[in-house]
């Protein structure tokens, strides 16, 4: 059996403390659950207006979680000194736009190269694997890779988003794309929006090492609790990619 890795992001967690300030919930506790409920990784944003995951925040998670840790984030100065000093499992590098509720879409690496070629030699100076969260598109694919990103994490949106007319097209999409990303030695992750109804496709997709699965499961676990959540979401991937 294909050994597919789920990663949980706890940033919602931290969204629901700031809602009211203080220190309750505490997304270190959090991160001690994912990892009791059998879950492989974590990942936190820390975003430039610091709107869930504070520094404080990573630097605890990344310190002490006993999972790795995949740290989000734009790509600029700032975000990549703060990575290299707290030297997180991964980084990946994501879009941010502060008007945005979540990220609308992947990375544009086609054109950005020049810029994002430094920052990613930065990173694996620093021992820290790279990862680009691209929409599955083969310019992008072609891109992550000259640009030396070890990982790309597909933006899955697109195919969960998509009426059930068009959805099978989506996941082709997802498909050939995984595809050709695996051929030019590339690891292939996925995530945004998956939920215990839509996940099984993705996790079937044989290139795919690792999901990763945020907003669906801290919300599901205000009604069936975080380790119910993350075990019944792993029982689905797993069964799916056998």
């Not at 997180?88 to 020049?114: D, F, H, M, S, Y």
Request: net charge negative; charged share 25%.
């Amino acid at each position: 059996m294909r050994n597919i890795r789920l990663g949980v992001n706890i940033d919602h967690v931290a969204t629901l403390r700031n809602a009211r300030g203080g220190t309750h919930p505490d997304p270190m506790r959090a991160v001690k659950m994912v990892a009791d409920a059998g879950a492989d990784g974590v990942t936190i944003h820390l975003r430039e207006d610091r709107r869930h995951i504070r520094d404080q925040d990573a630097e605890t998670i990344i310190k002490h979680s006993i999972l790795p840790v995949n740290l989000e984030m734009a790509a600029n100065v700032e975000m990549v000194n703060i990575a290299c000093s707290l030297r997180p499992n991964a980084v990946c590098i994501v879009p941010e736009n502060r008007t945005e509720v979540t990220t609308e879409g992947g990375l544009l690496v086609a054109g950005q190269e020049k810029k994002l070629t430094p920052f990613i030699q930065q990173l694996k100076d620093n021992n820290i694997r790279v990862s680009l969260f691209i929409d599955p598109r083969d310019n992008e694919i072609e891109a992550a890779g000259n640009v030396g990103a070890d990982i790309v994490e597909f933006h899955t949106g697109g195919y969960c988003d998509a009426s059930l007319l068009n959805r099978d097209k989506k996941l082709d999409d997802l498909i050939a794309a995984a595809k050709r990303a695996d051929k030019l030695g590339i690891e292939v992750h996925a995530g945004h929006g998956l939920s215990f109804d839509n996940v099984a496709p993705v996790s079937a997709i044989a290139e795919i090492k690792e999901l990763n699965i945020g907003h669906f499961i801290i919300g599901e676990a205000v009604f069936s609790g975080l380790e119910n959540v993350i075990k019944e979401m792993n029982h689905i991937i797993r069964e799916a990619s056998k």
